[in-house]
């Protein structure tokens, strides 16, 4: 925990806060699902406020994007694979074989729950000063999205409109192989489907296909 705390910027005054961040569902009951609860809440705030002060001009659509870009599993399971949380992560055997040390979803959940024990050991300031360290700066999530789903939630938002969102529709296939179908939908609506080896990857095939039929040229 040392390490990660070095990573964090941040040292706590009661270490078994971060231990139970740090622990798995797959560990019992006391585990970091009210931390990760409560985590999602301080992180909202913390990138609202920021974005808020740092693009002035914008409107409530496009600051709402902004913050989805900041604060979805893609974005956390990054910081946390910065921040090494993986390795010190508390979980059963059976967990750790089918490689929960490095699932997103698992990254993604542990990073809200430590930056939630960050909070309730150390106050707001203290989270805020973590997330300004490890997050990316305002100013950087200007720069063109490298995935269909973010150019998908940019194209749909840009006159304020609600996200996409995604369901799982059909799965096919061995359980050691399988295949997965997405299906993106805007405001209830299907718009495209999409397979993948993994449901992110169907997910992206699903955005690729709505991207590429909203910019075709109506006949």
């Known amino acids: 925990m040392k390490q990660l705390m070095e990573a964090l910027g941040y040292t706590f005054r009661d270490e078994a806060l971060l231990r139970r961040a740090l622990t798995h569902p797959s560990m019992g009951r006391e585990d970091n699902q009210r931390l990760e609860f409560l985590g999602d809440a301080v992180l909202q705030y913390l990138m609202s406020d920021m974005l808020y002060a740092a693009f002035p001009e914008d409107r409530e659509g496009g600051l709402t994007h902004l913050r989805a870009r900041l604060v979805c599993e893609e974005a956390l399971s990054r910081v946390g694979e910065k921040l090494g949380i993986g390795p010190a992560l508390r979980m059963d055997r059976g967990e750790e074989g089918t490689g929960g040390r490095e699932k997103p979803s698992v990254l993604a959940d542990a990073v809200e729950a430590v930056l939630a024990a960050v909070y309730l050991d150390g106050g707001m300031d203290a989270a805020r ?9 305002p100013g950087e999530i200007r720069l063109p999205m490298q995935d269909s789903k973010g ?8 006159d304020g409109g609600p996200a996409p ?7 096919s296939g061995p359980p050691h192989d399988p295949m997965f179908e997405a299906t993106v939908y805007y405001q209830g609506e299907p718009l495209a489907r999409g397979s993948g080896k993994t449901k992110r990857r169907a997910e992206q095939a699903a955005a690729l296909r709505a991207l590429r039929a909203l910019r075709e040229p109506r006949k």
């Open 129 to 137: 000063g973590v997330v300004v360290r490890c997050w990316p700066a």
């Open 151 to 158: 150019e998908l939630q940019e194209w749909l938002q840009k």
């Open 165 to 171: 969102t995604y369901a799982i529709t059909g799965q």
